[in-house]
């Protein structure tokens, strides 16, 4: 049982350039999230997915797009990364009253 | 909807001394409430929680006392250790009522030996 894993672990990107964070969760869970963790602002709510097919946007959705893959799997990409979505990001499932996290990706964009 | 503050950090003890990290929160009807802590590099995790009025939750030495008439939720431990240098997080949530969880921007804790 791995609970939450996301891939990688970290990334640079220039800016402009697209990509894919992965999470997957095994713990059987129907909602799922994506955070961002900035220096001094806590956990902010990117997108979530409170089931399969199902996604909405968060706090700080601009610049965001999500997939729920099917019931483990639920990704972020950024199209076009812009030095402000440096930062960790942190994708979680939820089981009745409590999140599970996964270990965060580093990204920075140049 | 929900939102929580927390004390201001960083908080810097000596081993052995005891820590008060406080809370507050505002929330639609009567919340659970939460304690996570995230270590360096890693990605949060439950530390303890308390699903009702009065409840105390407690975990490896920390606890917390839900207190609906003010609105609290501090997190204590009487003797810290090296080994509880993080940042910790309350958060308020009420499950099944179109609520997601509410982080503030956590409380670090350093434990100089």
């Known amino acids: 049982n791995a609970g939450v894993t996301q891939t990688p672990k970290f990334q640079v990107l220039k800016t402009g350039q697209s990509m894919t964070l992965q999470c997957a969760q095994d713990?059987?869970?129907?909602?799922m999230y994506w955070y961002r963790q900035d220096p001094g602002m806590g956990l902010r709510l990117i997108y979530y997915s409170a089931s399969e097919g199902t996604t909405d946007k968060g706090e700080v959705p601009n610049g965001y797009n999500v997939s729920r893959l099917n019931k483990r799997e639920f990704s972020l990409r950024l199209e076009s990364a812009a030095p402000s979505q440096t930062s960790v990001y942190f994708c979680?499932?939820?089981?009745?009253?409590?999140?599970?996290f996964g270990p965060g990706t580093r990204l920075t964009v140049t | 909807g929900n939102s929580v503050t927390q004390m201001e950090g960083p908080v810097t003890l000596s081993e052995e001394a005891f820590l008060t990290i406080n809370c507050t929160y505002t929330a639609t009807g009567y919340p659970s409430l939460f304690w996570y802590v995230q270590y360096p590099g890693e990605g949060l995790q439950l530390l303890l929680k308390?699903?009702?009025?009065?409840d105390k939750g407690s975990n490896k030495g920390f606890e917390a006392t839900y207190r609906k008439e003010t609105t609290s939720f501090h997190l204590e431990k009487g003797s810290v250790q090296v080994s509880d240098s993080a940042v910790y997080f309350c958060a308020p949530y009420r499950d099944n009522y179109g609520q997601n969880f509410v982080f503030g921007p956590g409380t670090r804790l350093s434990v100089l030996p």
């Open positions: 713990m059987n869970h129907n909602s």
């Open positions: 308390a699903t009702k009025a009065d």
């Open positions: 979680a499932s939820r089981d009745f009253n409590e999140q599970y």
